[in-house]
């Protein structure tokens, strides 16, 4: 089974459209998150949420906004799309906001923005 | 603010040559240690970690070990495989209490030739 889902695993759209990443977590975990990953392979976090509750919301255009209806899925809505979104967008998981828990990442998804 | 610096690559090594990955990092307290691994287009997955000073993390033949007075978590292995070929991140967790975000250096590309 696996354990950080993403759907779509890819994505391509054109500037101005809005779309939609799910993710669902079957661990049981507390804390989920959203990452962006440039060309250059650098990670960016951009939101966190435990049980539910938002708790790191990065410096991060308005048009992303993150729902999660139940503590095992977080979705990532994005409007009015534009060229610089381009990139692979990482779900994780981890048990609890603790530091010393490792997180569980999904398998990625690609958008490119044309 | 909390930085993670590894560095730079991409490195290409001949199967079986020993592999260093420099990782240093700042931050206040003792943090909690990582190392991602991330195959050609899957997300990342981890590799090891430590949490306290002078642990050592091993997994699949790396290891790395966690010094406080040089603040540093170097990956190593003995012998590196084809197989080996990924970006590995280095990363840190405060361990501070309250909310926990996680720090990712930039990511070092291991390539392995045969």
């Known amino acids: 089974d696996t354990a950080v889902s993403q759907t779509p695993k890819y994505l391509v759209t054109q500037m101005g459209n809005d779309k939609s990443i799910k993710c669902e977590q079957n661990l049981g975990h507390d804390t989920m998150y959203w990452y962006k990953q440039d060309s250059k392979k650098f990670l960016k976090i951009m939101f966190s949420?435990?049980?539910?509750?938002?708790?790191i919301n990065e410096t991060v255009p308005n048009r992303f906004s993150p729902k999660s209806p139940d503590k095992a899925h977080l979705n990532l809505h994005i409007n009015s799309l534009e060229l610089g979104d381009s990139a692979v967008y990482f779900c994780a998981s981890s048990p609890s906001v603790k530091g010393r828990d490792e997180q569980y990442f999904g398998p990625g998804t690609r958008l490119t923005v044309t | 603010g909390n930085s993670v610096t590894q560095m730079e690559g991409p490195v290409t090594l001949s199967e079986e040559a020993f592999l260093t990955i420099n990782c240093t990092y700042t931050?206040?307290?003792?943090?909690?240690l990582f190392w991602y691994v991330q195959y050609p287009g899957e997300g990342l997955q981890l590799l090891l970690k430590a949490t306290k000073a002078d642990d050592k993390g091993s997994n699949k033949g790396f290891e790395a070990t966690y010094r406080k007075e040089t603040t540093s978590f170097h990956l190593e292995k003995g012998s590196v495989q084809v197989s080996d070929s990924a970006v590995y991140f280095c990363a840190l967790t405060p361990n501070s209490g309250g909310y926990q975000k996680v720090t990712f250096g930039t990511g070092t590309k291991l390539q392995v030739i045969p």
């Open positions: 931050a206040t307290g003792y943090p909690s």
């Open positions: 949420y435990n049980n539910k509750e938002l708790i």
